[in-house]
């Protein structure tokens, strides 16, 4: 168990034993800050999501185009470049 989640156990268990209401009042103004915050997405994705098609687009043009890095080849396709080396890889 990380320090945080502990630390939480311990108050509130502390909270349970003290019948200070000074105490308690400290106890669960710490407790308001020991939580983790929402995820947030900082950007919109951008890319559409890869498909079977578009897969098989890619391992046409790639071949035909060996210059071209797979970022600027995810870029003509409209997904990630990671994407597209799954695609030349077999992994759609």
Same mark, same amino acid.
């Given at each position: ?10 108050? $509130?268990?502390?909270? #349970?034993?003290? *019948? *200070? ?7 669960? $103004?710490? $407790? #308001? ?8 997405? #900082? ?23 060996? *210059? ?19 695609? $030349?890889?077999? #992994?759609?």
């Amino acid at each position: 168990m990380s320090n945080i989640p502990l630390a939480r156990t311990t108050i $509130l268990e502390a909270l #349970k034993l003290t *019948d *200070d209401p000074m105490l308690t009042r400290y106890l669960r $103004l710490a $407790l #308001k800050h020991m939580h983790r915050e929402q995820p947030v997405r #900082k950007a919109s994705p951008h890319a559409r999501h890869m498909t079977r098609e578009i897969a098989q687009q890619i391992r046409t043009y790639a071949p035909a185009h060996p *210059d071209e890095c797979m970022r600027t080849i995810g870029r003509r396709f409209g997904v990630d470049g990671g994407r597209v080396s799954e695609a $030349l890889n077999g #992994k759609w």
